[in-house]
């Protein structure tokens, strides 16, 4: 049982953190994946155990329970629940990138590049590029952009704080977009898909 348990927990733990794993170089769905026939074969071995210590019905609870907890991995909607526990998690931390645009003291100039200016070192870990980029801003307002994927060589997706009003960048699948209508995602059309709280949202593409 501590096999079977580990197994489906491996498998659990694989799709939560795709993301944070893949770091831009492997697709997150790679992740989840491969973790299926982890836990088809710590089901198969959880049942030969069985087979040989119990009866029949220890052997139908352990497919019963694998069958529940496959369906329950599978209809799961993982990258929403990494988005908003992680915020959850680190809100304290967003709070202070928060804070730091809104008092000024985070500022991009050209020499940042695309990327935007460095985070204070101990709040580099909420940005893969560990800085925060500026992708958006209009009629006073500003967005600012903490990737969490990158593609190779572009695109993004992560968290982003908006000073203003967040559905003025709202995905509309019937409007033809320019480019004052979307947020630049390091080359890719983001819109705000989650939201977070304290004006923070998940931005992603449609």
Partial sequence: MSLFAAGWLIIIALHYFAMTLSRGLIPPVVFSSVSWPIGTGVTAIGIVLLWCRTRWLGRLSCVTVAIAIAVFVASTQWSRVYVTTWYSLHRTDFAAVAR??????????PRDGYAGPKLPPDLRYLSVMESASRIGG????????????????????????????????????????????????????????????????????P
């Fill in 100 to 109: 730091l645009v809104n008092d000024g003291t985070l500022s991009s100039s």
């Fill in 138 to 205: 209009k009629e006073g307002q500003s967005v600012w952009f903490l990737p969490t994927l990158t593609g190779i060589p572009d695109c993004a997706i992560g968290y982003a704080y908006f000073t203003g009003d967040p559905t003025k960048y709202e995905y509309h699948p019937d409007r033809n977009l320019d480019s004052n209508d979307y947020l630049d995602g390091y080359g890719c059309a983001v819109f705000p898909t989650i939201e977070l709280g304290d004006g923070w949202w998940w931005v992603d593409r």
